[in-house]
């Protein structure tokens, strides 16, 4: 396990490193315009000194090596436009937690709601459960995103009285954004459930299980979702990311100070820092999603040995 945790982690430090590049290079790309205000009325030398306190003046592989310098020692640079002067990491650590909280709960909500769901579906394959189940998870796959998230806005602020303005400290202004944050989620942990059970309920060691006089429930609970469940938890570490990102549109409806709206702001206001230091933290999330979901695999199933060809991704 240490070998092959050594292997995952130089791999994801070299993903980071291309990832973390690529965005350098082509966040420099844009027009030198997008780096100063008023940029009709500066001078030559005004640009010119401009660039070189941002370090633009000097050749790309020096700023690429300039840049990982700095990463190295903790510094993500300071915002040019969103927030100028003020360094990125002061910005983000007053944003992360509130993404991090809505996205925690949002992830807790649909684990709660959608397997004991798709429990149900594949228990009573057929039944009205399963059909209202199914039109549920088809409505969320086809609809886009943002056209059932102003109806929950529009509908659920008038029902729980809530202000359509964010406010942390009342308890009922989470409701609608984890509501709304969870929905994805929800359908697809009751969709794969379903799928995987209703898959191992056809296995041989099922039918072996029945002819002994195993009841059924028993054999759902203690057989067929145990083993049902070993490829979906590898998608809970990676899914809070996913979740955290898909706030972009929640966290902009509902006015709320996290992380989601902030990436497409600092794009818009060009601010190439800010925009390194967000990549920064969602390429990692991700990459240790990735590596969560394999070791929480072989946890839940011993079978699985990931030091083995077979057992990596």
Not at 72 to 98: A, C, F, Q
Not at 105 to 124: D, K, N, Q, W
Request: hydrophobic fraction near 45%; aromatic fraction near 10%; proline fraction near 4%.
């Amino acid at each position: 396990m240490i070998k092959y945790l050594a292997k995952r982690i130089g791999r994801s430090i070299i993903t980071l490193t291309i990832i973390l590049t690529v965005v350098f290079v082509l966040v420099r790309q844009m027009p030198i315009e997008g780096y100063f205000d008023n940029f009709d009325k500066l001078t030559e030398e005004q640009i010119e000194v401009g660039l070189h306190e941002m370090g633009l003046d000097k050749p790309m592989p020096e700023q690429i090596v300039d840049f990982f310098g700095d990463l190295l020692e903790g510094d993500l640079g300071t915002s040019r436009r969103y927030r100028k002067n003020v360094p990125v990491w002061d910005i983000l650590k007053t944003k992360l937690p509130v993404s991090i909280k809505l996205g925690s709960m949002a992830l807790v909500l649909s684990m709660i709601i959608g397997m004991p769901l798709g429990i149900a579906m594949a228990e009573y394959k057929g039944k009205w459960i399963d059909k209202l189940g199914t039109v549920f998870i088809v409505f969320i796959q086809a609809v886009p995103a943002l056209v059932y998230y102003l109806f929950i806005q529009l509908y659920g602020t008038t029902a729980l009285g809530t202000p359509l303005l964010f406010d942390a400290s009342n308890i009922k202004c989470w409701i609608l954004p984890v509501i709304s944050l969870s929905l994805g989620n929800i359908a697809y942990y009751s969709m794969w459930v379903r799928r995987y059970m209703v898959d191992e309920s056809t296995k041989d060691y099922v039918k072996l299980a029945t002819a002994k006089g195993v009841s059924r429930k028993k054999i759902m609970s203690g057989h067929i979702f145990k083993n049902a469940v070993v490829p979906l938890v590898q998608y809970i570490p990676t899914s809070f990311l996913n979740t955290v990102i898909g706030s972009i549109y929640i966290e902009s409806l509902y006015s709320i100070p996290g992380m989601g709206g902030l990436l497409v702001d600092v794009i818009k206001k060009s601010d190439n820092n800010m925009i390194q230091g967000i990549v920064l933290i969602y390429a990692t999330v991700g990459i240790i999603g990735l590596l969560l979901g394999d070791i929480l695999m072989s946890i839940i199933d011993p079978r699985i040995n990931l030091t083995k060809k077979e057992g990596t991704r």
